[in-house]
């Protein structure tokens, strides 16, 4: 699984805290740069639907985009 992320951003931000309190470490972690549009560009609409961080990616491909969906996919 892999998580698009930003630093300075709250919602990305959440899923990090979140990872953290819950020892999990064994998601990659993917830098996303909000100032260079990385975002909005095709590859990345085309996996997310929306030009938003954070995303989880899993291995057969589906994409969540809602920190909230993460945190609870992330638990379970
Ligand atoms: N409902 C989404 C919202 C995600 C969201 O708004 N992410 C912001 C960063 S906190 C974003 O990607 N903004 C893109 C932009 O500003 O172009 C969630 O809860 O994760």
Known sequence: MKIYDTQRAPNPRRVRLF????????VEIVPVSLLEGAHK?????????????PMLEMD?????TESLAICRYLES
């Open 60 to 64: 057969d491909g589906t994409c969540i």
């Open 41 to 53: 560009q095709p590859d990345y609409l085309a996996k997310a639907g929306l030009a938003n961080v």
């Open 19 to 26: 990872m953290i309190e819950k020892g999990i470490e064994d």
